[in-house]
């Protein structure tokens, strides 16, 4: 394994030429972007410009045909990583939430770090129940998903995934799948925790969200970064045609 | 006429254009069994009963044997019959679902396994033993089998019955292992990724996360198979275990292989079997109904 040193002051995820296709369709040709600990970044675009697939590499949920993704040093295009022990740095969420539907919102909480790090039933109970709370969703310790709305299913999914302490998470169209309402008390959520320092990517279509939030925006189209730069500069100067076509008709 | 409307009547108009036909189709359904006997109603039990009682003193005109005599002579045998036969039927039963159950959940694990030697391995089992007649295999099974086993020293005879069990286990689990795969395949596959992403093994995920939300969606079709293969346990009676069946002809022998006793006889084993398996059928469909409304 190419693990090297790693501190810091070096980007958390290094993501450099990276290229994945399937068959014949090349969805990534060639993305490279740095991402510093405790940045929040955003990835826009439209559909299938392959923004969803390039954060699904970062945890090898989707395997890359050439390039290379580092996290905290560690080669993800790798045929010797060890997946486990990536993902445990790494959180993910979906936009279909996927809780497990045979638990209870605490119980899905607590199942990764009992079963996976093997840390004291006691202790992660504790940290379950604070995390619940953290996620404004006291009380629903014992509800099973079906009886929770998408929003708060998706709280839970987003406490589920911090219970694994990971060093990064990652947030796929996350509210994608919610009715309009819901949609804020997800994203004041995400805006916690993006205070708190956590290291975030997301994938969305918020532009709102993604201008208040991001510390780096990236516009992708057709397998490739057109633009980015910080909210403002981005937002507000969009160079590119395809970003200004694209920002034209979503704000 | 605008679009929808003829999209609407598109159904129910009669058209020489075969691609514009409505096609039926009727969905896969794992419960076909259960769907039929249950959709019998009770009555019919009864009706049966009234047919086997009444059929000697219908046949009588020939033979010698009154209904009454016919009666005292079942009446006498019952007892045997239900206790030392169906009794059997019932323990090949459990035996049979028990072997075919572990057997059948292993193999549908195997069928959705990664190693792909494991995989094909799996499949090859399932569709010999799903597209075998049940007779062959008993065939085989109780000829090739051998009478005793030695483990450690000691030798164990094995019963007849116990190789019927063995040869009816086999197409049993072929079918199990079928309803696995099709359960697993059935789960999201954003159940797969967020466990994935949560750091669980692939082990993990498959017993901790994706079987226990599969056991409610396999029950139904696994008791259809229990009532199938029920049904098909008087088959062993060819190979000589003495079970309802077997038993029921020995008796008739003993009586004097009078014709007339066949109707009352077998029919009684028929009454059996539909008394035990519609109880089946029923809360197979009820709990198929129930778990459909909930997921």
């Given amino acids: 394994m190419t693990n090297t040193q790693w501190d810091e002051g070096q980007p ?34 439209p559909s299938g410009s392959g923004k969803s697939t390039l954060i699904r590499c970062i945890n090898a949920l989707a395997d890359i045909q050439g390039g290379s993704i580092q996290v905290e040093g560690q080669e993800v295009h790798d045929d010797d990583l060890d997946k486990l022990e990536l993902r445990k740095k790494v959180g993910m969420v979906f936009q279909q939430y996927n809780l497990f539907p045979h638990k209870t ?14 840390q004291p039933k006691a202790e992660v109970e504790k940290r379950a129940l604070a995390l619940l709370k953290k996620v404004r969703m006291e009380g629903k310790e014992n509800s099973y998903p079906g009886e929770l709305s998408g929003g708060q299913q998706q709280r839970v999914a987003i406490a589920r995934s911090l219970a694994m302490q990971p060093d990064v998470m990652l947030f796929d169209e996350v509210t994608a799948a919610l009715d309009p309402e819901t949609v804020k008390e997800v994203l004041v959520t995400i ?31 057709n397998g490739v970064i057109v633009e980015h730069g910080p909210p403002t500069t981005f937002f507000d100067h969009a160079q590119d045609e395809r970003t200004k076509a694209f920002l034209g008709q979503i704000l | 006429m605008s679009v929808l409307q003829k999209h609407g009547s598109l159904v129910s108009q009669k058209t020489d254009l075969p691609v514009l036909k409505a096609v039926k189709t009727r969905p896969m359904d794992d419960l076909g069994l259960s769907r039929w006997i249950s959709r019998m109603p009770l009555w019919v039990i009864f009706a049966f009963s009234a047919v086997i009682l009444l059929w000697p003193g219908l046949a ?24 030392k036969g169906f ?41 010999v033993f799903r597209n075998s007649p049940w007779l062959v295999l008993l065939f085989i099974v109780m000829l090739s089998f051998p ?22 286990a086999l197409p049993v689990m072929a079918n199990i292992a079928e309803i696995v795969r099709g359960a697993i395949r059935s ?53 000589g275990v003495s079970e309802l069946v077997t038993l029921s002809r020995q008796a008739m022998e003993a009586e004097g292989n009078n014709p007339s006793l066949l109707v009352p006889f077998y029919g009684f084993a ?6 035990y398996c519609y109880p089946i059928a029923r809360l197979t469909l009820l709990l198929e109904k129930r778990f459909t409304i909930k997921l």
């Fill in chain 1, 105 to 118: 919102a605490l119980q899905n909480i607590m199942m990764a770090p009992i079963k996976v790090l093997k």
């Fill in chain 2, 147 to 168: 009478f005793e086993i030695s483990f450690g020293g000691t030798h164990f005879t094995v019963p007849g019955w116990f190789k019927a069990v063995i040869g009816l």
């Fill in chain 2, 270 to 275: 028929l009454v059996i079997f539909f008394a």
């Fill in chain 2, 187 to 239: 789960v999201p596959t954003g159940q797969w990724e967020a466990a994935e992403s949560l750091a669980f093994s692939r082990s993990q995920i498959m017993w901790q996360i994706i079987l226990p939300q599969c056991i409610k969606r396999m029950i139904p079709p696994w008791m259809n198979w229990y009532a199938i293969m029920t049904m098909a346990t008087p088959l062993v009676s060819l190979l």
């Fill in chain 1, 191 to 221: 805006k916690d925790l993006a205070a708190d320092g956590m290291t975030c990517i997301l994938v969305t279509h918020e532009m709102g969200f993604a201008r208040e939030v991001a510390d780096h925006i990236y516009f992708t189209d």
């Fill in chain 1, 12 to 45: 958390i995820v290094s993501i450099k030429n990276v290229r994945k296709s399937f068959g014949d369709l090349e969805v990534l040709k060639g993305v490279s972007f740095d991402v510093q600990k405790g940045e929040v970044i955003c990835i826009i675009g």
């Fill in chain 2, 60 to 83: 009588s005109a020939q033979t010698a044997y009154s209904l009454e005599k016919v009666w005292g002579i079942l009446l006498k045998w019952m007892p045997l019959l239900v206790f």
């Fill in chain 2, 87 to 127: 009794v059997l039927n019932i323990v090949i039963s459990f035996f049979t679902m028990l072997i075919g159950t572990v057997a059948g959940v292993f193999l549908g694990l195997g069928q959705v396994s990664q190693v792909y030697p494991v995989r094909i391995m799996s499949w090859i089992i399932v569709q």
